[in-house]
């Protein structure tokens, strides 16, 4: 029984040693197969569709003051709690105007509705960068989370960068695709070469359309790539006149 056993196992060895011969021959590498380690990005959660009255909106800017002012997390913000309280007074007392009857007030009130809701967008902007995608800290500042698929390579610079110009204070920016960006953001300045730089929005897409510019004024835009690694190379800035 032994013998039969010897036997077996040296021929075993024979025919995996011929085995890895013929692999050879063939020029075919057996490397083992590893998994890729798949990342959760946590990203912030708006659920603006919420706030589809002023006074629905006036109680989210507000849990937003109140959670970021002494926040050591977030020690300055854009927009900064100060400049959403100015929007919080001015459509309260708007609103109040049109319950007691004053309708002319009715477009104001649209207008502030409209402004609250990007500064809500801008501010979400900044507090996920700011988090690093730290779940804690971004339900500190008063936002819900979400889970994305996160990349496994830093986002590189952007390239191909152009614009387009429309009538009516509007400008469309266009890039190469960025590869393993997660979502691009979009930057204007009035002094491209030393900033400061100002977020206006973000996509993930490799476009992104600016409305309601003052028609004939010069701007300037930069863009960049973000993922779970962090932040990309920002563009080099793009010049553009409003028509």
């Known amino acids: 029984m032994k013998t039969h056993n010897k036997r077996s196992r ?3 060895r024979v025919r995996n040693s011929n085995r890895i011969n013929r692999l050879r021959n063939q020029h075919i590498i057996v490397l083992p197969l590893f998994v890729q380690p798949m990342f959760i990005l946590v990203l912030i959660k708006l659920a603006l569709e919420e706030q589809k009255t002023a006074g629905k909106m006036v109680e989210r800017l507000l849990l937003h003051i109140d959670k970021i002012n002494g926040n050591l997390n977030f020690p300055s913000t854009t927009p900064s709690t100060a400049n959403l309280q100015l929007l919080v007074d001015d459509l ?4 109040t105007a049109i319950e007691g009857g004053d309708l002319s007030r009715i477009p104001h009130r649209d207008t502030l509705m409209m402004q609250a809701d990007n500064s809500i967008r801008l501010l979400s902007y900044d ?9 804690e800290k971004i339900k500190s500042a008063g936002f819900e989370t979400r889970k994305g698929k996160g990349a496994s390579q830093p986002v590189d610079e952007v390239k191909k960068m152009r ?4 009538v009516g204070g509007k400008i469309k920016l266009l890039w190469g695709r960025l590869a393993y960006s997660r979502m691009n953001y ?23 359309v ?8 010069l701007y300037y835009f930069r863009v ?7 932040d990309g190379p920002p563009s080099g800035p793009q010049e553009q006149r409003s028509m």
């Open 163 to 166: 614009s387009k110009t429309f």
């Open 127 to 135: 507090i996920q960068k700011q988090s690093g995608g730290d779940a």
């Open 10 to 12: 040296k021929l075993m």
């Open 92 to 95: 309260s007392a708007t609103n």
């Open 210 to 217: 600016m409305d309601g510019l003052v028609p004939g004024r």
């Open 186 to 208: 979009v930057e204007t300045s009035d002094n491209p070469a030393g900033g400061p730089w100002t977020p206006v929005g973000k996509t993930t897409r490799s476009s992104f």
């Open 224 to 230: 960049y790539g973000s993922n779970n690694l962090g």
